[in-house]
């Protein structure tokens, strides 16, 4: 079946840094895109969501982009943080009530 | 801050037990889910529900069942408990948008 995956399952990254989570998916016809952020022992909460009309999207230290060309998504996390510390997923909407989840990157901040 | 909740938060449990794992949210979302997760790992859908009376399974084959008599309730049950069944249970739920709230999560130990 098609699914979202996410290319390296750790990053480690010096506090204050950028940090760059990748994410490739199958489905050319997928139209939109979440990040989600999982925290120890936490459910994932969501960080920033993009349709496919869109290339970029920005929120608040982070900017999600979308190369529909070659089907991969991107997360930006600026100014990286201890707190930032996480398994971060993307997800691909597959329907109306359905989210296929990659596999997960750990992100480790280190000080 | 969405309004989802689990209980318990942690159960550890003997083989052959039934149990039940309790999921409430507060938003009047007509779609909720059930995903299995091991940890750090990408989370499985194993129950949906569109609404009142109406459940279905998901892409994992799971021994679970699911029951959704009210809005705000989707419990999860196993009639009986194997080690094969220790994983984290995570419960989310959806209004118009496709963005999945998710609850705290259950981790479940069958010993």
């Known amino acids: 079946g098609e699914s979202v995956g996410l290319h390296l399952p750790t990053l480690s990254v010096q506090e204050g840094d950028n940090s760059i989570i990748n994410c490739a998916y199958s489905?050319?016809?997928?139209?939109?895109f979440i990040w989600y952020k999982q925290e120890s022992g936490k459910g994932p909460q969501f960080i920033i969501d993009?349709?496919?009309?869109?290339d970029k999207r920005q929120g608040q230290r982070v900017t999600v982009l979308l190369n529909k060309t070659v089907k991969h998504l991107s997360l930006q996390i600026a100014a990286t943080q201890p707190g930032d510390s996480a398994v971060y997923f993307c997800?691909?909407?597959?329907?109306?009530?359905?989210?296929?989840f990659g596999a997960g990157t750990t992100v480790t901040v280190r000080a | 801050e969405a309004d989802i909740y689990q209980t318990p938060r942690y159960l550890v449990i003997g083989t052959g037990k039934k149990i039940t794992l309790e999921c409430s949210q507060t938003?009047?979302?007509?779609?909720m889910y059930w995903y299995q997760q091991d940890p750090g790992m990408e989370l499985h859908l194993i129950h949906y529900?569109?609404?009142?009376?109406?459940?279905e399974k998901g892409d994992l084959s799971s021994e679970s069942t699911v029951s959704r008599i009210r809005t705000e309730h989707f419990p999860l049950t196993l009639e009986s408990a194997r080690p094969s069944h220790t994983s984290q249970y995570l419960c989310?739920?959806?209004?118009?948008?496709?963005?999945?709230?998710f609850g705290p999560g259950t981790r479940l130990t069958v010993t």
């Open positions: 997800a691909e909407r597959l329907n109306d009530y359905k989210l296929s």
């Open positions: 989310a739920s959806s209004g118009e948008v496709y963005e999945q709230y």
């Open positions: 529900s569109y609404g009142v009376n109406s459940t």
């Open positions: 938003m009047g979302h007509d779609k």
């Open positions: 993009i349709r496919s009309n869109m």
């Open positions: 489905n050319s016809a997928s139209d939109y």
